[in-house]
T-cell receptor, first 113, second 113 residues
Framework: GENVEQHPSTLSVQEGDSAVIKCTYS??????FPWYKQELGKRPQLIID?????GEKKDQRIAVTLNKTAKHFSLHITETQPEDSAVYFC????????????FGTGTQLKVEL | DAGVIQSPRHEVTEMGQEVTLRCKPI?????LFWYRQTMMRGLELLIY????????DSGMPEDRFSAKMPNASFSTLKIQPSEPRDSAVYFC???????????FGQGTRLTVV
């Protein structure tokens, strides 16, 4: 089955700096890569996703890149703000496997003033 | 739509008791997922349904866990008998199609004492 590894487990940045979270996956059949943000005590919520036919996708301060050859994808947050502080999860899924997503272990991002 | 609705939000029970968690997916969504979240293991997929049919239950930890989806608008996750190590937050999520956004419910925080 799919195995998703996520690094780092914790990340602390100064407000205004950029943050990068990296994930690798094992199943070459995976073709859908969403990123979820989970604030303390809340549900995970989708912030951005990318499909395997695209190498990069951007939405305001958030961007995701995908390298299919190397089987890794990354989340980039620019101009970080205190409200970006949360746990971020990457995930990978394959159409052939229904909509089964395998999640990474999460990254606790702390944006310090 | 009010989103994915789970009940109860919190459950405290004694070891050995039966626990039933409930989920109402977003109307029209074809896929329903049950996840368990713990600090140690992160977000784990327990089981998922497509059009009310269980597709993959390989994540169900033991025979003590069972899940049903009697109709398109309701699913249950049952633990019988419960054990302290079952303490976790259990999330239900639903999505419309293959590899599209999975919407999470608010979760049920289960504590088994």
């Amino acid at each position: 089955g799919e195995n998703v590894e996520q690094h780092p487990s914790t990340l602390s940045v100064q407000e205004g700096d950029s943050a990068v979270i990296k994930c690798t996956y094992s199943d070459s059949a995976s073709n859908y890569f969403p990123w979820y943000k989970q604030e303390l005590g809340k549900r995970p919520q989708l912030i951005i996703d990318i499909r395997s036919n695209v190498g990069e996708k951007k939405d305001q301060r958030i961007a995701v890149t995908l390298n299919k050859t190397a089987k890794h994808f990354s989340l980039h947050i620019t101009e970080t703000q205190p409200e970006d502080s949360a746990v971020y999860f990457c995930a990978a899924g394959a159409t052939g496997g229904g909509n089964k997503l395998t999640f990474g272990t999460g990254t606790q991002l702390k944006v310090e003033l | 739509d009010a989103g994915v609705i789970q009940s109860p939000r919190h459950e405290v029970t004694e070891m050995g008791q039966e626990v039933t968690l409930r989920c109402k997916p977003i109307s029209g969504h074809d896929y329903l997922f049950w996840y368990r979240q713990t600090m140690m293991r992160g977000l784990e997929l327990l089981i998922y349904f497509n059009n009310n049919v269980p597709i993959d239950d390989s994540g169900m930890p033991e025979d003590r866990f069972s899940a049903k989806m009697p109709n398109a608008s309701f699913s249950t996750l049952k633990i019988q008998p419960s054990e302290p190590r079952d303490s976790a937050v259990y999330f239900c999520a639903s999505s419309l199609l293959h590899n599209t956004e999975a919407f999470f419910g608010q979760g049920t925080r289960l504590t088994v004492v």
